[in-house]
C-alpha cells in the first residue's frame, strides 16, 4: 500500500508519524482490501496525504487482481512517500552539484519519486504485466539480500535490467516508471533515491581511447554516489539509453573493421559491471532498439530481460480510451449537446448483471460518462453496433502496428485537424480519430488503412456544404472483436 504525503506535512507529522495514521486508518474502516484499490480519504488524513492505493499482494498471481484480501490474514505494508519537484528533471545544473561535477555528459540527475514521472506507471498498458514483474523481482532481491548480507555476497546478484524493443514501445517510459515505483518500494530501506539518466550515444568522444575514458569515469562517480560515507541510505538508478551504441558486440566490430576504441569501450562497461555488481543499492536499466547488435558478454551479464512490444489491439483501445476519457471528464469533448450528459445510445446500457470475481457488479463499475473497458462492455453492454466501445474497438484495430508513441497524441491530432473554433461530440470525435488513424496506419505500411467498410461515404471535412463531419456509421466494421483482456495496471472494469 502507498500512500502520497501532502507538501509540507513534516512539521510535526515525519514519515514514521504518517504511517501510522495510515495504518490506523485502514485497520478501522477496512477488512478487506483489493488490489488497485482507492482509498477514499477523511479526516484527520486528508490534511497529511494526498493518496491512499493499494499496489500489490504477495500472493496475487493476476494482473489484475480482483481478489479480496483480509487484512487479518495479511502483513499490511505501507509505504508513504512525497513527490520531488518537476524542475529537478534535466535542469540540474551538474557542474555547481560537487557529488557530480565529475559525471561525463550528455546525462542528468533527478531525485525519486519526482512529478515528473508521476502517473507513468499507470499509462502504461501492455499485454503482459512486464512492468509489475520486474519490480517484484527488483523489490525481492533488494529486501532480501539487504536482510541477508552473506547470501548476497555469495551469490553476486547483477542488478541490471535490459529492455529492448521498436522504437516508440515504451521502453525509455517503462524504465523510468520502474525507477519511481522501485524508490517508493524499498524508501523504508534507502530513503533517498536519484536517478541518472545517460544517453548512450552521446558519450563518445572524438579523442582516441577518450570514450573508454569517459565510460570509466562514470562507472567511477556512481560507485562514489552509491558508496558515499555521508549518506549510506541512498538507491542509485541508472538508465542508459541506446545501449547498443556503448557495447556493440566485439566479433561484428572486429569484421567491420571499425577503431579499436569501440572494443576498448565496450571492455571498460563490462569491467564497470563486475565491479558495481556487489553493491545492493545500484540498479541499472538499458534499452535498445538492436538488441542483436549487443555484446553477447554484456547481455549475460543482464539479470532481467524483457522485449517490449508494440501495443496489440486490446492494447490500443485501452490507451486510446484512457486519452478519450480524460477529454470527457474535462469537457473538451462534449456528451451529446452538452458536456458530461448521459452518453445514452452511443455508450451502450447495462443489461446484463455481470460480476467480477469478488462478486462486485460490472454493471457498477464504470462511470456513465467513461467510455468502458473491453471487459465491462463484453459482459454488460450488447454487442449492439454503433456503441462508443464497439466504434473504439474498429478504430484500435486500424491502429494495431503503431508505435505507442505514436498513438498519445492521435486524438490530439484529430481534434486540432478537424475541429478549430468547436468542441466536438463524442461520435464527432471518434469519426476524426478513425480519419487519423487511417492516414496513420497508410503511411505506416501497416496495411490496416484501407478498410473500406469504415471508410465508405466519408467526406473530408470542407466538403460538405456545412463544413462539419458528415455522421460515422460507427460499428460497420467486419474485424473480429478484440480480445477482452483488462489494463494490466488499471483496476478499472
Given amino acids: 500500500m502507498e500512500a502520497r504525503k501532502l507538501p509540507g506535512v513534516d512539521d510535526g507529522y515525519g514519515t514514521d508519524s504518517v ?18 484499490q482507492h482509498i477514499p480519504l477523511s479526516a484527520p488524513l486528508v490534511a497529511l496525504v494526498d493518496r491512499i492505493e493499494v499496489k500489490g499482494h504477495s500472493k496475487s498471481e493476476a494482473f489484475p487482481d480482483s481478489t479480496r484480501y483480509s487484512l487479518c490474514d495479511s502483513n499490511l505494508e505501507i509505504a508513504v512517500y512525497e513527490l520531488h519537484a518537476t524542475e529537478d528533471v534535466n535542469t540540474h545544473d551538474i557542474a555547481q552539484d560537487p557529488d557530480c561535477a565529475s559525471l561525463p555528459m550528455p546525462f542528468s540527475l533527478c531525485h525519486l519519486p519526482n512529478q515528473a514521472f508521476d502517473g507513468y506507471w499507470e499509462a502504461l498498458v501492455y499485454s503482459e504485466p512486464v512492468g509489475e514483474h520486474m519490480l517484484r523481482v527488483l523489490t525481492g532481491a533488494i529486501r532480501k539480500f539487504h536482510n541477508q548480507p552473506t547470501v548476497f555476497i555469495q551469490n553476486a546478484w547483477y542488478n541490471t535490467v535490459l529492455l529492448s524493443g521498436p522504437p516508440g514501445s515504451g521502453k525509455t517510459s517503462l524504465a523510468q516508471a520502474l525507477a519511481q515505483r522501485l524508490s517508493i518500494r524499498v524508501s523504508d530501506i534507502f530513503p533517498n533515491s536519484i536517478l541518472v539518466q545517460v544517453d548512450g550515444s552521446g558519450v563518445f568522444s572524438h579523442m582516441y581511447g577518450g570514450t ?30 541506446e545501449i547498443d551504441k556503448l557495447v556493440p558486440c566485439r566479433k561484428s566490430v572486429g569484421k567491420k573493421n571499425e577503431p579499436l576504441d569501440t572494443m576498448r569501450a565496450t571492455a571498460e562497461v563490462l569491467t564497470g559491471l ?11 536499466l538499458f534499452t535498445t532498439n538492436l538488441p542483436e547488435d549487443l555484446d553477447p558478454a554484456f547481455v549475460d551479464r543482464c539479470r532481467l530481460k524483457e522485449h517490449v512490444h508494440a501495443p496489440a489491439a486490446n492494447c490500443v483501445y485501452d490507451i486510446l480510451r484512457a486519452d478519450i476519457n480524460a477529454k470527457l471528464r474535462c469537457g473538451e469533448i462534449l456528451v451529446g449537446s452538452a458536456p458530461r450528459d448521459g452518453l445514452g445510445e452511443i455508450i451502450g446500457d447495462c443489461t446484463t448483471n455481470g460480476t467480477s470475481e469478488n462478486g462486485v457488479p460490472l454493471c457498477a463499475a464504470v462511470d456513465d ?46 481534434l486540432f485537424t478537424y475541429f478549430v473554433d468547436e468542441t466536438p461530440s463524442l461520435s464527432d470525435a471518434l469519426v476524426a480519430l478513425e480519419r487519423v488513424v487511417q492516414k496513420e496506419a497508410r503511411q505506416a505500411g501497416s496495411g490496416r488503412g484501407k478498410s473500406v467498410e469504415m471508410m465508405a461515404q466519408r467526406k473530408l471535412v470542407g466538403q460538405d456544404g456545412d463544413g462539419e463531419l458528415p ?23
Fill in 19 to 36: 504511517e501510522s495514521r495510515v495504518r490506523e486508518y485502514i485497520t478501522r474502516c477496512y477488512a478487506e482490501i483489493t488490489v488497485g
Fill in 274 to 284: 563486475d565491479k558495481l555488481r556487489k553493491t545492493l543499492n545500484v540498479v541499472w
Fill in 471 to 493: 455522421t460515422s456509421n460507427h460499428g460497420a466494421c467486419s474485424r473480429p472483436p478484440l480480445p477482452i483482456d483488462t489494463n494490466v495496471y488499471s483496476s478499472d472494469y
Fill in 212 to 241: 573508454a575514458k569517459e565510460i570509466g569515469s562514470l562507472f567511477t562517480k556512481i560507485g562514489q554516489l552509491a558508496c558515499d560515507d555521508s549518506d549510506d541510505t541512498r538507491l542509485v538508478v541508472v538508465l542508459v539509453d
Fill in 369 to 414: 460518462d467513461n467510455i468502458p473497458s473491453l471487459v465491462w462492455a463484453g459482459k454488460c453492454s450488447p454487442p449492439a453496433e454503433g456503441t462508443a466501445a464497439a466504434t473504439l474497438q474498429c478504430i484500435a484495430a486500424n491502429a494495431c502496428g503503431l508505435s505507442g508513441r505514436n498513438l498519445r497524441g492521435l486524438l490530439d491530432v484529430a
